[in-house]
C-alpha cells in the first residue's frame, strides 16, 4: 500500500471516529465537574508540571520535588540542573504500553533494541537508570543496565531525565540519568481497571510458530517441566565433565528432549494480544497519621512473529555471501506485574515503602531456511529452535524524609533488589539436504548428530543477580537561596551466571555425500530424518550410543560484584539572578569477575579480572536568569563509565534476539567522560517552552564493540578516545482553539504541538601507533580493531519527535499524531581486516502513529476509550552493511501496523 493511501485511510478512519465524539459534545449535557480533580480525566493534568503534584525523586536532591499548584515552579523550569519531564499525563499522551516506548518522545532519546534508552547517541552503558532515586540491577547477561520496555506506563508515574550530571548522582553518568517515579499514594481513594486488546498486520491472524512447553506458559510461568531431569541434574552436582570423567552422557541425553519442548508447532491463525490492569489507593487518617496505600497488577499476552532475511559475509567488498537464510520467529511475550506502596506522613516527616514486581517471558519458537553457498553450495539448511526466557524483577524501598529543623533535613534510602534471568533446556537443531542426484538421502532432510556446535544443541542457563543500596543526605540551608549538603552512598551488586551448552553427537562413523558429511549408522537407517522428539527417543538414543559434549567447559559459570562506597559535598548559591549548583563527589570502586571452578578435574582457562579505582568527579551548574521567563544554563563535569560484567568475562554466549554470538575480554578498563553543555530556555506561558542547547563529550577509552573470526564473534576493547558533539532544540506550544467558532465544541479546546531535534556526531579518534587489550589476540594494534573516524555504536546523527494533536482542557479527550523520525545508526561493528568491512547499519526511519483518548460517563462511573494505530507507514526493521550495490541483510524483517484498544474504569 502506498503512503499516500496509508494516510488517506488513516484520515477516514480518524474523522469516522471522532464524529461521535463532535456530536456527543454538541448536544449531550455536561456533567458539573467533580470536586476531586486527581480523580477526574487525565486531561485535566495534561502537560501541567506547574499545576498538577508531579513528585519526583531526587537523591541528594532534598528527597522529593514535589511541585504543587504554582505556575512558577516548573519543574523542568526551577531545577537546577538540565532536566526533562515526563508526568503521568504526558506519558498517558503518547499511549505507549511501557516506559521505553515514552522516553523515545524525550528530546535527545532514542530506543534501541529491546527497551535500552540512548541518550544523546551514547549507548546504554552511558546511561544510568533509578527507581525512585536507587539503582536497578539488570537481567540481561549482556547489560548492567535494565532494559526499560520492563516497566509497563501503570506502574510509572513520572520520569526524569537528568542530562547534565550533579553530584548526588552515581558518577556513571555519561549521557544521563533515567529516574522513574512509581504511583504514589492517592489524596482520595480510587479504583480503576482496564482491558486492552491488539494486534499488528504481521503478525495477528497470520500463520506462527509455538510449542507445547507447559500448561502455565499462558502464564509466563514454566509449571516443571523445563527444569534439569534428574541425569542432568545429578551431573550439574557431580563436578563431572563429559569426556574427561566416567560420565554416562547417554543417559543424560535420553532425558533431554520430548515432545513438549522439541517439536514446533504451527498456528495457522496467530490470536490477538491481551492485557488486563488494575490499581487501587486509599489513605486512612489515624489521628495525627495519614497512611497512604496503592496496589497496582497486571497481565498482558502478546504475540510477535518476525520474517527475518538473515545473511553474512566474510569478504570485505561483500561480494560473497558465506549464509543466506530466512527465519521465521514467534515470541509469545507475557508480563505479569505488580506495586504495593505504603506512605506514612505524620507533620513535616515522611517515610515511604515500594515494592515493586515484574516477570516477563518470552517463549520462542523459529524455523530457518537457507543456505551457505560459500562452503556448501546448494546444499539447504533447516533450522530449528525453541526457547523459554523468564526475567524477573523484584524491588523493595524504603526511603524517610525528615524535617529536623526548619534549616536542616534529612534524607535516608535503602533498597533490595533481585533480577533473575532463565532459560532452561534451550533446544537448537539443524537439518541439511544435500540436494545431489549421488545422494540416496539428497532430497530429504537429515540431522547430522555430527558432534559440531550448531547441528544440535541443548543450553541450560541461569542469572541471578542481588543489588543492595543505602544512602543518607543530609541538607542545611543558610539562607532562603545558599544550602549545602553532604551524602554517602553504598551500593553492592552481585551476581551469578552460568550457561551450560551441550552437544549431541552419535558415537557411529562418519560417511560425507555431497559434501556434507553425516554420521553412518543414522545416515544409512533413515532415523536422521526423524523429527528432534523421536530422533531423540529414549530408544533411539540407547540403542545408537547417542552421546553429549559439553561445548566450551573453561567458563560456563562466573560470579561477578560491584562494590561502590561513595561520599559528595555540593553548594547551592543564589545572587541575584544567577544559580550555582557545585560540588564533588568522591567513588571508591572494585569490580570483580571470577570464573567458577565448576569441574573438578578441569581447570577455567579464564583469569579473574579486579578492576580497583576511585575517582574525584567534580560538577558544576550554572543557571542565569535573563528576564522575562528567560535563563541561559551552563554545566561541566567529569563522568565515569565501567564494563559490565559479561564484556569482562571470556564466556561465550548467543543473543537470540539479534541472532550474534559474543566473547568478553577481561582486560578491558573504565571510560573517563569530561563534558560540557551551554543551553538557552524561554518559559513564554503557561506549559510552553522553546529552548536550544549545545554539548560535548571527550571519553577516553571509550568500550567499543568489534567483530572478528568465521563465525562473525563479537567481543570488545577500549578504543584510545571518542569525541561527541551537537546540539538540540524543543518546543512547546498550545493554541486555543475557541477562534475557529462560536459552539461548545471549540470552546474548550485547544492545539498541541511538541517537537524536538537533536543532532548529534561522534567519532573514534584512532592512529597508527595506538595500542588496546583483547585478550588472548595475536595483536595489540589499535588500528587492527578500529576506525579512525568511525562513529560510535548506537549514535544517529538525526532525531526528531513531533506531536501534533487537539484536547480538550474541560474534560478527557486527545487525539494525537506522532511523528518519530531517527537516521543510520552503527549497531556493530564489520568483520576486521584488510580492509575491514563496513559497519553495521540500523535505518530506523520515519515511524507514523495516532493516538485517540476519549473520557466519558456510563453508570455514574467514568471511563475512558483509547484507541492506537502505531508505524501506520509501515517501516520496517533493517540491519545491514553495504559496499556499493553489495548489500547483506543481517537482520531484517517488516514490523507491519499495529491497533490496539483499551477501556478503562474508575471508581
Known sequence: MSTTARLAGVLFFTTALTTPSLAFAQDAPQPAPEPDVAATDAQDQADQADQEDVEVSIPGGGGQIVVTGRKDRNIARSSDQVVSVLSTAEIARTGEGNIAGALGRVTGLSVVGNGYVYVRGLGDRYSLALLNGSSLPSPEPLKRVVP???????????????????????????????????????????????????????????????????????????????????????????????????????????????????????????????????????????????????????????????????????????????????????DQRVTVNGLLGFGLEFGDQKIRWTNVYIHDTIKKASLALGQRPAQNGTTDFLQQRTAFYERQLFDTQLVGEFKLTDALSLDVRGSYANTKRKAPGELYFEYVRSNSPADPFGDIFVNRLNGNSGTANYTFSDLNEDLYTGGADLTYRLTPTISVTAGGAYSDTQRYNSRRDFIFRNSGSTVCSGGVCVTDPVFLSGIATLRPDILLSPGV?????????????????????????????????????????????????????????????????????????????????????????????????????????????????????????????????????????????????????????????????????????????????????????????????????????????????????????????????????????????????????????????????????????????????????????????????????????????????????????????????????????????????????QVGDNRIDLNTYDLGTTFAFSLSTKF
Open 148 to 330: 526499560l520496555d520492563l516497566f509497563p506506563t501503570g506502574v510509572i508515574a513520572s520520569s526524569l531525565v537528568q542530562k547534565s550530571y550533579s553530584v548526588n548522582y552515581p558518577g556513571e553518568f555519561g549521557g544521563g540519568v533515567i529516574n522513574l517515579t512509581t504511583t504514589s499514594t492517592p489524596n482520595d481513594p480510587f479504583f480503576k481497571v482496564t482491558f486492552g486488546i491488539s494486534g499488528d498486520t504481521e503478525t495477528t491472524g497470520n500463520l506462527g510458530y509455538t510449542y507445547y512447553g507447559s500448561d502455565t506458559d499462558w502464564l509466563g510461568y514454566d509449571n516443571g517441566n523445563r527444569d534439569a531431569p534428574p541425569a542432568l541434574k545429578a551431573y550439574f552436582a557431580s563436578g563431572q565433565l563429559i569426556g574427561t570423567d566416567p560420565v554416562d552422557s547417554t543417559a543424560i541425553a535420553r532425558e533431554l528432549v520430548t515432545s513438549r519442548n522439541g517439536v514446533v508447532q504451527r498456528m495457522s491463525k496467530t490470536q490477538p494480544n491481551y492485557s488486563v490492569s488494575a490499581t487501587a489507593g486509599k489513605t486512612f487518617t489515624l489521628g495525627s497519621v495519614d497512611l497512604g496505600v496503592i496496589a497496582a497488577a497486571g497481565y498482558s499476552n502478546k504475540w510477535l512473529t518476525r520474517d527475518i532475511t538473515q545473511q553474512s559475509s566474510q569478504s570485505s567488498d561483500l561480494s560473497s555471501i558465506e549464509t543466506d537464510f530466512r527465519q521465521v520467529s514467534t
Open 541 to 881: 538414543v540407547d540403542a545408537l550410543g547417542i552421546e553429549l559434549n559439553e561445548n566450551d567447559p573453561g567458563s560456563p559459570a562466573f560470579d561477578a560484584e560491584l562494590e561502590i562506597k561513595a561520599g559528595y559535598l555540593k553548594t547551592n548559591l543564589g545572587f541575584g539572578p544567577v544559580q550555582i549548583d557545585a560540588g564533588v563527589r568522591y567513588e571508591d570502586a572494585t569490580q570483580t569477575t571470577t570464573p567458577i571452578q565448576v569441574f573438578t578435574s578441569f581447570p577455567t582457562v579464564t583469569p579473574p579480572t579486579v578492576l580497583s579505582n576511585s575517582y574525584w568527579l567534580p560538577a558544576a551548574t550554572i543557571t542565569i536568569d535573563v528576564s522575562d521567563g528567560m535563563q541561559l544554563r551552563l554545566n561541566a563535569s567529569k563522568t565515569i563509565a565501567r564494563p559490565q560484567f559479561r564484556e569482562l568475562i571470556n564466556q561465550p554466549y548467543y543473543d537470540p534476539d539479534n541472532n550474534r554470538p559474543y566473547r568478553g575480554n577481561p582486560l578491558l578498563q573504565d571510560s573517563q567522560l569530561y563534558n560540557a553543555e551551554a543551553r538557552f530556555e524561554w518559559y513564554f506561558d503557561r506549559d510552553q517552552r522553546v529552548s536550544a542547547a549545545v554539548f560535548y563529550k571527550k571519553i577516553d577509552n571509550p568500550i567499543e564493540a568489534f567483530v572478528a573470526g568465521t563465525d562473525l564473534l563479537t567481543s570488545y576493547a577500549n578504543a584510545p578516545e571518542a569525541q561527541l558533539y551537537g546540539a538540540e532544540f524543543e518546543l512547546q506550544k498550545y493554541i486555543p482553539l475557541n477562534g475557529l467558532g462560536e459552539s461548545d465544541f471549540w470552546q474548550a479546546r485547544r492545539f498541541v504541538f511538541i517537537g524536538n531535534y537533536t543532532y548529534t556526531n561522534s567519532k573514534l579518534k584512532v592512529s597508527s601507533t595506538d595500542t588496546v587489550t583483547v585478550f588472548g589476540a595475536a595483536s595489540n594494534t589499535a588500528t587492527d580493531y578500529f576506525r579512525d573516524g568511525a562513529k560510535m555504536t548506537g549514535q544517529s546523527d538525526h532525531i526528531v519527535n513531533i506531536q501534533l494533536g487537539m484536547e480538550n482542557t474541560d474534560r478527557l479527550s486527545q487525539q494525537t499524531i506522532l511523528v518519530t523520525y531517527a537516521s543510520d545508526r552503527v549497531v556493530s561493528r564489520g568483520l576486521n581486516g584488510t580492509p575491514p568491512q563496513p559497519d553495521v547499519i540500523e535505518k530506523p526511519g520515519l515511524s507514523l502513529d495516532f493516538v485517540w483518548r476519549e473520557g466519558f460517563t456510563l453508570l455514574g462511573a467514568e471511563m475512558e476509550a483509547k484507541f492506537e494505530a502505531r508505524n501506520i507507514l509501515g517501516r520496517n526493521h533493517q540491519e545491514f552493511q
